[in-house]
């Protein structure tokens, strides 16, 4: 057990899904798993384990914020026994091209987070996704003709922020676009880097809740419940490391 995980060895599978929130942990493990088990429940962050068309599979949530994802994803490859995690989540679209509902898998993630200095790198460390589970996504999207997007995302420090001068005070919105990021979220980069450190997989895809242009948005009902697509894209990927 660890400060932030009750479960035992062997309970969770090789490869986790988490999403941020834990009633949507709760939700697939509810209406996507078979035999569904609570692995652990410390400070109300649900982790389940099951099967999906005849895989074991968990779920479990990671909190929101990189530090937050940071403590969850570390655990669980270093002492729970964890080889892939892909993280589904929801984002912020800054570009036309993007629409509400779209799935976005983050090839990469670029942040203004300070999480990379505690490695004392000569440099600027790029986090980038695990090639296999990025393959076996965007394969399984094309299969599915699911609307997606692959490249940069932009992991934020700041859901509010001072700027004053850009939706929701998130980030720059025009200044990351023009860069070629698709869209903000706050996790992935942290787990990018994790992964990278433990020489461990990991994924971060994405439903656009909404878009920082256009100020179009789902509601937190919509975000829990209603991104089945990405969910279904997430366990099949899941699936398919297996084979």
């Known amino acids: 057990m660890t400060p932030h995980n009750n479960a035992k060895p062997g309970d969770f599978a090789r490869t986790v899904l988490m999403p941020g929130d834990p009633l949507r942990s709760q939700f697939i493990a509810e209406n996507f798993l ?13 982790g389940y384990t099951g099967t999906y068309k005849g895989v074991k599979v ?12 940071g403590i969850y994803s570390w655990e669980l490859y270093n002492f729970f026994g964890v080889d892939n995690i892909i993280r589904i989540g929801s984002t912020g679209a800054m570009r036309e091209d993007i629409q509400v509902r779209d799935i976005i898998i983050a090839q990469g993630a670029c942040t203004d987070s300070n999480w990379a200095n505690q490695y004392h790198l000569p440099g600027t ?17 094309e299969e599915k003709k699911l609307p997606y997007h ?3 995302v932009v992991s934020s420090d700041r859901f509010y922020g001072d700027d004053g001068d850009m939706p929701e005070g998130l980030v720059s919105v025009h200044g990351w676009a ?64 297996e084979k």
Request: aromatic share 4%.
């Open 34 to 46: 078979e035999n569904a088990q609570l692995v652990n429940n410390v400070r109300g962050v649900q």
């Open 58 to 69: 968990s779920v479990m949530a990671s909190g929101m914020g990189m530090p937050s994802m």
């Open 125 to 141: 460390f790029a986090p980038i996704a695990s090639w296999d589970l990025l393959r076996t996504a965007v394969d399984l999207a």
């Open 150 to 152: 692959v490249g940069n």
């Open 178 to 241: 023009k860069m070629g990021a698709l869209s903000v979220e706050m996790e992935t980069a942290a787990l990018y880097m994790n992964a990278a450190r433990c020489g461990k997989n990991a994924l971060g895809m994405f439903t656009v809740s909404d878009h920082l242009l256009r100020k179009e948005d789902l509601t937190a009902e919509e975000r829990q419940t209603g991104f089945r697509q990405m969910m279904e894209l997430a366990l099949d990927t899941a699936v398919a490391m």
